[in-house]
């Protein structure tokens, strides 16, 4: 069976109260499927980054909840939702990154696929000010006003402005906040939900197109979608002493329907690392 015997006509639901759907539409509209919106749940209920309400669970475990509550609430057995996260780049020292996650559920075939997108350009930062000056200062640094500030007094008294987008906000929000706040500072934050964030937005945009990638990916054996990488193994030889580094020699692809493998081995196209690689030459 094609892929796009799977997904043709059938009602895809992505729920996004963010305006995702302007950068995942354009993507999956590739795919047979016909794609609906669900904007009327309230996902900040789920989590949110300005931690007024906590995750539950991992990325890909909050992205799995959105989903299976679009199908709950649309009776659709097909649905794509979205998750982010943001924190220390795991392989980059001091760089801050965002990973993007959509994930695409499918129960009547009972598939799941993930996409993901892991980047630098984040404008993920937050700070303590003092006066309007230093607020407007980091907006500034942080691409303010295409990208949104939150602003809240330094204390946990419930006072929380988001999605500032003006400078006339922006003055309101950090008097009314410096006031509020018991030694005269606020805590200034970037809002990270994708439609207050642009940099974000596109994160998300090369997260789809991984999915929109696996799903065209298909079994050699038995021609189901989202065949993947699922195993990464190190070991590709140095070119100066030929021991073994951490670079990857090969990649496993494997099919979630038959089981079947397939190795390919030199993924990046070269056979040897780079000594500076090398424990042994560079250690
Ligand atoms: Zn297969
Ligand atoms: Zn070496």
Redesign the pocket.
């Known amino acids: 069976m094609e892929q796009s015997d799977i997904f043709k006509n059938r009602n895809a639901v992505l729920i996004t109260k963010h305006k995702k759907d302007e950068v995942i539409f354009p993507v999956l509209t590739q795919t047979a499927m016909n794609l609906n919106l669900l904007d009327t749940i309230d996902t900040d209920t789920f989590g949110t980054f300005t931690r007024d309400v906590d995750r539950k669970g991992t990325q890909l475990e909050a992205a799995r909840y959105k989903a299976l509550k679009a199908i709950e609430e649309t009776g659709e057995s097909l649905a794509i939702a979205s998750e982010g996260s943001f924190g220390p780049h795991p392989t980059i020292f001091f760089a801050p990154a965002n990973v993007e996650l959509v994930l695409l559920i499918d129960t009547l075939n009972n598939i799941e696929i993930a996409g993901w997108e892991i980047s630098t350009d984040t404008n993920f930062c937050h700070t303590e000010i003092s006066d309007l000056e230093e607020a407007k200062d980091f907006a500034k640094k942080c691409g303010f006003p295409s990208h949104g500030m939150v602003v809240r007094p330094n204390d946990n008294s419930g006072l929380l402005f988001k999605g500032i987008t003006s400078e006339e906000i922006l003055e309101e929000a950090v008097a009314k906040s410096i006031t509020a706040s018991q030694n005269g500072k606020a805590l200034m934050e970037t809002d990270m939900r994708a439609m207050y964030n642009p940099k974000r937005m596109k994160v998300i945009e090369k997260a789809t197109i991984n999915l929109l990638n696996k799903i065209k990916s298909l ?1 050699p ?4 979608l989202g ?1 993947e990488i699922t195993e990464w193994i190190n070991g590709l030889p140095c070119e100066n002493c030929f021991f073994p580094t951490k670079g990857t020699a090969k990649h496993i692809y494997q ?1 979630k ?2 089981n ?1 493998q397939k190795e390919i081995q030199y993924p990046s196209g070269q056979k040897f690392s780079e000594p500076t690689f090398c424990d042994f030459c560079n250690p």
């Open positions: 079994c054996a038995c021609g189901w065949f099919c329907k038959c079947h």
